[in-house]
RNA sequence: GGCGCUAUCGUCUAGGGGUUAGGACGGAUGGUUCUCAGCCAUCAGACCGGGGUUCGAAUCCCCGUAGCGCUACCA
């Protein structure tokens, strides 16, 4: 059981959201917005909602949609409600425009995109800063409605009160805006359409959100958004900026610095919990040196005071340093079921390895002498596959350091191999060290040429493990084919 | 340009008026050993700069500097 919320919670239950924009697929950084959502609610018995930002009808798709959904299904951040779509609340939206536009909190604006861009450039020319310069501003209601009925397209456009504007961030602390330095937003496009703020605000409200977590790119939306909660007569909710994640280059993560989708991590090989786990520790740490934690202890340690402001880098390498400790926790069977897929794809699977398979149980072992020296599932395939098959080849590296010119020390290992039974680790330690003792040579001169017999590489678990898991029979053939290639290879020169 | 945010090892971070500035990833070295990985041990590695305040500042204040973000009839 958690404890009760902390101070940083307003009374009441806690609802927050997530509301990503269908425009491509869950990138990190949202995912990981979403992750902060989730662990809040969950610590504070809160109600955590999707709402899906598709009022850009230009880019957002459907196809989108079900990324972001499996994405976040992947991780294991569910939702409480929804998922909502905000293009069906456009009449709401609009509502709240019109309501404004009555109480002359807001106006009707005929400048036309053109007229706007040559002022802007115009100013910029001068060398100001460009505001929209308000010159619809006084435009009578009846000269508006008039025009409005001559066809004339018009935007709304909220008029920005003096002042300024102040929240109390939880996770920046004090901030503030002098609201002259903001224009008067564009509520309303010419075609009716809402834009951002105003539709964030309206569903928010309507959401009844009590905490907005969002990344700190949302920083200066803030006071625009509280000035219209101020102006609907709202109480706007608590905000919490979020650091962005960013790339090796300090910049904000993006496609240029390689992965930065979720479901491309997944098809990486990296476990969600692992994702997860690193993921919340990207700008936020419970203190006392923990890295490795449960979802539970997550919630429960989780406080947005404990989020720090700077933006973080997404360090791959720490990732994959978690995801070979959640490997390393995984049950053999466990890891089989996930890299089921993958064994098929490259033709490694079959029956007798499935469960109930007659060789699950062996199977089962090779998987468990391959899993602390595995990061990422991946690893797997690549290194079953002489265990699973007699197709694999010798790598030029593994040939280069380990084979010598000819296989007379081959043959004798073979004919002492031969004899030895029962054909145990101690066993053919036994033989294989008495046999280069016998014959004045090292231990190694054996054991990698041996290595390179048995899965054609340079590295592998010890050779006298995968010896015996391969098995007498496939053991002997595999040494006979590595004799037939040194032969061929000495008469080859 | 304007506005805003930020600043502790290469990276993620802990700490926060007096500490040998702690941990993790990565790196290096040594051990285990048949290789690699793993594991164990050890080491290197940081408070952006300048002024204040103070007996004492990495910590509080101010000023710089740098980085990042926003600056749309995108979200």
Request: one cysteine or more; charged letters at 30%; proline letters at 5%.
């Amino acid at each position: 059981m958690p404890n009760p919320p902390s101070g940083t919670a307003t009374p009441g239950r806690v609802r927050v959201r997530f509301a990503p924009s269908p425009t491509g697929f869950l990138h990190v950084g949202g995912a990981r917005t979403a992750l902060f959502n989730w662990l809040f609610a969950r610590r504070h018995g809160g109600t955590f909602v999707l709402r899906i930002e598709d009022t850009d009808q230009e880019r957002s798709t459907e196809e989108s949609v079900r990324t972001i959904l499996e994405g976040l299904g992947w991780l294991g951040i569910d939702w409480d409600e929804g998922p909502f779509f905000q293009s069906r609340n456009v009449q709401a939206h609009r509502a709240l425009a019109l309501r404004l536009l009555e109480e002359r909190k807001a106006y009707y604006c005929f400048c036309s995109a053109a007229e706007l861009e040559a002022r802007r450039a115009a100013a910029e020319k001068a060398g100001s800063a460009w505001k929209y310069d308000r010159l619809c501003v006084n435009l009578s209601p009846e000269e508006a409605r008039r025009r409005l009925q001559g066809g004339e397209p018009a935007a709304v456009r909220f008029l920005v009160p003096e002042g300024t504007v102040a929240w109390d961030d939880l996770v920046h602390g004090p901030t503030s805006f002098d609201s002259a330095v903001l224009e008067d937003i564009v509520l309303l496009r010419s075609n009716g359409s809402p834009t951002y703020n105003l539709s964030c605000v309206s569903d928010d409200v309507a959401m009844r959100v009590t905490h907005v977590i969002r990344g700190d790119d949302h920083i200066s939306n803030t006071p625009k958004q509280i000035l219209l909660y101020r102006a609907a007569g709202l109480e706007p909710p608590r905000f919490a900026h979020l650091p962005l994640i960013l790339g090796p280059d300090k910049k904000r993560l993006s496609k240029r610095h390689g992965a930065v989708s979720v479901t491309e991590y997944r098809d990486k090989g990296y476990l969600p919990e692992a994702m997860f786990n690193f993921l919340a520790l990207l700008g936020w740490s419970p203190g006392e040196g923990r890295e490795k934690m449960t979802r539970d202890e997550m919630i429960a340690a989780f406080r947005l005071e404990d989020i720090n402001k700077k933006g973080s880098v997404f360090d791959e390498q720490k990732l994959e340093w978690l995801n070979s400790q959640y490997i390393n926790d995984l049950a053999p069977e466990r890891i089989v079921a996930l890299v089921r897929p993958q064994l098929e794809a490259a033709g490694l699977l079959s029956a007798d390895i499935e469960e109930g398979g007659a060789r699950r149980a062996w199977f089962l072992k090779v998987i468990t002498t391959l899993k602390a020296r595995s990061k990422r599932l991946p690893d797997f395939v690549r290194d079953a596959r002489p265990f699973l098959t007699d197709d694999f080849e010798y790598s030029e590296d593994a040939v280069k350091r380990y084979l010598g010119t000819d296989g007379n020390r081959m043959r004798a290992l073979r004919a002492a191999f031969e004899t030895v039974e029962p054909f145990t680790e101690e066993a053919t330690e036994k033989a294989l060290r008495a046999l280069a003792e016998s014959r004045g040579d090292k231990a190694a001169d054996y054991i990698h040429p041996l290595r390179v017999a048995l899965v054609g590489t340079a590295v592998s678990p010890g050779v006298f493990t995968i010896l015996i898991l391969i098995g007498k029979e496939r053991a002997l053939r595999r040494i006979d084919r590595l004799i037939a290639f040194l032969d061929s290879r000495a008469t080859a020169t």
